[in-house]
């Protein structure tokens, strides 16, 4: 069974730009999640795609949108960077989006705004 | 609303050492909590969760969790700390928010394993 997989695993930008972060959820999950986490912090809720529709979305503004394709993976898209948007970008796959399931990680795309 | 609270930003324990992790959570519904390990520069690994099954809830590497309701607690323990456990360790909750369920994690605590 292949987990989740996260690319690129690092890039470099300057303020401004527009990036593209890509996930690949395990096989059989349908909902993939995306967290932010800053130096020293705990991750942070962006947003939540099932079935292809956002199902929910964190305290983050309109330049942070995501895809999920049909076969589940997914994408986060970041408009206009800025450099606090500097950060380890983890995106989790489930089964589903219910209280019980347990969200399994991907290593995470390291994003650095210079 | 659902929170965590992760006492202690770093942890020291020598080698052998028994490992004692805080996490308190505040929720007004049932909870459903998670550990999670972080080694540098990798994602989040499952340690354990509690999904109301069992109070004490084992799991990989030697580490174990106890639910406490009475303290709203979910400390992570290991009996005899290894070198490779140092690393980053997250406790989460499961909230939701408007019908979408997400993690809410702590702001996690660094453990340092001493020879």
């Known amino acids: 069974e292949t987990g989740v997989t996260q690319s690129p695993t690092h890039l470099i930008k300057t303020r401004g730009q527009q990036v593209t972060l890509r996930c690949s959820s395990q096989?059989?999950?349908?909902?993939v999640s995306w967290y932010q986490q800053a130096l020293g912090q705990g991750p942070q809720f962006i947003f939540q795609?099932?079935?292809?529709?956002?199902?929910g979305r964190g305290n983050f503004p309109p330049r942070f949108s995501g895809l999920q394709f049909p076969n589940y993976s997914s994408e986060l898209n970041v408009n206009a960077l800025e450099l606090d948007d500097s950060a380890l970008y983890l995106c989790?796959?489930?089964?589903?989006?219910?209280?019980?399931?347990?969200?399994?990680f991907g290593p995470g795309t390291r994003l650095l705004v210079l | 609303a659902q929170s965590v609270t992760q006492l202690g930003s770093h942890v020291s324990v020598s080698e052998g050492a028994l490992v004692l992790l805080r996490c308190n959570y505040s929720s007004s519904v049932p909870p459903y909590l998670f550990w999670y390990v972080q080694y540098p520069n990798q994602g989040l690994q499952l340690l354990l969760k509690?999904?109301?099954?069992?109070?004490l809830v084992k799991g990989i590497n030697g580490f174990e969790a106890e639910f406490k309701k009475s303290e709203t607690s979910f400390h992570l323990t290991k009996p005899s700390a290894h070198m490779s456990d140092a690393a980053e360790y997250f406790c989460a909750v499961s909230a939701t928010t408007s019908g979408t369920y997400k993690y809410i994690f702590g702001t996690g605590t660094r453990l340092k394993v001493l020879a």
């Open positions: 509690y999904t109301s099954a069992a109070t």
């Open positions: 096989s059989g999950h349908n909902t």
């Open positions: 989790a796959s489930s089964k589903g989006g219910t209280k019980q399931e347990t969200q399994y």
């Open positions: 795609y099932y079935r292809e529709e956002e199902n």
